[in-house]
DNA sequence: TCGAACCCTCACATTGATGTGAAGGTCAAA
DNA sequence: TTTGACCTTCACATCAATGTGAGGGTTCGA
């Protein structure tokens, strides 16, 4: 498919396809006439970006995480060097604290609005 | 305590707590002197902020959820509007998209590294 | 009374993720 | 063959969060 396709079936702007193609999140196929030409993997694989995205991590992040990240849960060896695999546990401790900081905050809102109804249900 | 102290203990550059409160998250007392006056619930308050920052969430955002996450839990009538509670039930839902992404993908990472580990540990 | 270590405001710079548009090539259908 | 809807690259603009520093006041101890 081409970008406006795949634009559309991820709500994701195709200035953004390819600022993330830019940043070496993703690796597009070209047609014989210079269009960009891309598979159904890239439809969950630009999702996945732009949850991440979304979640504050940051392209360069992203851009290291994503190859462990695969369907066939191969290992990159040449990937795992001792400094990759110390990057991933501190990304995994960071977020771990995101994930902890987000449920807290969502629980509290959640009983914040449990509560404004409780109060208002009942003179119904 | 002074905006130097609030700023060591929250681990958190001075430029930024003024910007905090430039954008309405805090409000600093002031000394008769001028100088930012900040009371110990400040520190909690800002390692929030920076939590919720960290995850995603812009500031504008941020202050519209603070008020309903103070510690007595009291309603904010005043801010209980429609157009409010419509805000929190949305950023309630994003919140938890956020987390069920994270969650995913640190799940998938900490897999990888279980499996790289795998590979090693049986050559020890 | 001087210097160090605080504080203030103001303002410009940077970074990352985006928006927007210009200038131009490709292709299918009328 | 022309029009419209695609696509390309390039470049400048914006926004939020943050860095940095100038210019200046306060406080305290040597």
Chains 1, 2 share one sequence.
Do not use: W
């Amino acid at each position: 498919m081409r970008i406006g396709e795949l634009s559309e079936r991820t709500g994701t702007p195709r200035r953004l396809l390819r600022y993330y193609e830019e940043q070496g999140l993703i690796v597009a196929d070209r047609l014989p006439n210079g269009y960009r030409d891309y598979d159904e993997r890239f439809v969950d694989r630009v999702l996945q970006i732009r949850g991440l995205l979304d979640a504050g991590l940051p392209t360069r992040i992203i851009k290291q995480i994503l190859p462990c990240l695969d369907k066939p849960r191969v290992i990159h060896f040449q990937d795992a060097t001792p400094e990759m695999l110390a990057t991933l546990e501190d990304q995994l401790e960071r977020m771990t604290a995101r994930v902890e900081c987000l449920s807290r905050n969502r629980d509290a809102i959640a009983e914040y609005l449990e509560a404004v109804r409780a109060t208002r249900a009942p003179q119904a």
